[in-house]
């Protein structure tokens, strides 16, 4: 994001207020923190808007999980770790089903993520996402969890290695936009195909940002993608943030009382 300073130097200085600030100077300061959008500034040359546009973008794309009010937004942020900014789009809380769960352990859970809502300093904390590990390779018991588990009315995840597996719980259920979870260096071909035919964000899972070389982002990739550097997949709770996490543990979890998978 550029500073303040380097963003002035392209405003068109006219000091005129039609922003809602007094000078240019003080809007580009409001435009450094995010506070308000260049459009407010009907004067800035199309020139101008091109640079500071290009300078301004954040690195980390927005990834919409879900559709509707419930919808999660991760990423668009400046800033990878939440130390040097605050993030926009706080880490989400998710619990993961397996799609081996009896029938009393999955309504269980889902009664559970469905009543879980507790304060924490000012704020209420519920469970934004479900989701659905292939624990049984089967891909019809696999969508049928992940159609159960879709009645909770959250954004999903898709947690498995196959594609087919998850085309046919996307196109079975009809599950909007879930994240898949998640391409390695194995499948990362047929992963990404996958999700760009079902138009859903696909998760990486690498031991760290520099394993793959997609960077920048070669056209047939999909246009979001979470990295997630760590993944237990029987540890006993996984968490996702929209940001890389670079292996390193989020910096608010869950407490005790919101769940376990
Ligand atoms: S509207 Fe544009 S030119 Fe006028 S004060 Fe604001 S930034 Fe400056």
Redesign the pocket.
Known sequence: MATAIEIFKH?????????N????LA?AMQLANQKVKLS?????SEEAKAKLEASSAPPIRLVTIGDGPKKVELGDETELYRHEKKFFHPTRYCIVISDQADDEEAGSKLRRISELSFERVGQTLAMDMVAVRDDSGDDTKFAAMVSRASAAGLPMVLMSDRPEALRKAVKETGVKRPLLYAANEANIDAMAAAAKELQCPLALRAGDLNAWPIWPRPPERPASTIWCSTWRPRGPRTWWRGTPSCGRTPSRRPSAASGTR
């Not at 405003?11 to 922003?19: A, E, S, V, W």
């Open positions: 405003l068109p200085k006219k000091n005129c207020g039609k922003c600030f007094p000078t240019c809007f407010d500034c009907p004067l800035v």
